[in-house]
């Protein structure tokens, strides 16, 4: 199954799951406990990151950390559809 996930309340969702288990993952700035409570390792660890654009893959899951990532969220999203 492919994932992806855009900011925090989506990445959460997948992270309850399990989904994120073992994984690299982004969400909007501050909430990497999200990530973490899932078993997930968060690649942004500060808010630092609010208004940068964060966009991580990780095999077949793609996370970005908010809206201001949507560009590149998508050219990721189109990158890894080509691939298969």
Do not use: H
Request: no cysteine.
């Amino acid at each position: 199954m492919d994932y992806a996930a855009l900011g925090d309340r989506e990445i959460s969702t997948v992270t309850k799951a399990g989904v994120l288990k073992g994984r690299k993952a982004t969400i909007w700035p501050g909430q990497d406990d999200d990530i973490r409570g899932g078993g997930g390792i968060p690649v942004n660890e500060d808010e630092s990151y609010l208004n940068k654009v964060v966009v991580v893959e990780d095999g077949n899951i793609i996370t970005a950390n908010g809206p201001w990532a949507s560009e590149a969220f998508g050219e990721a999203i189109v990158r890894y559809l080509t691939q298969i």
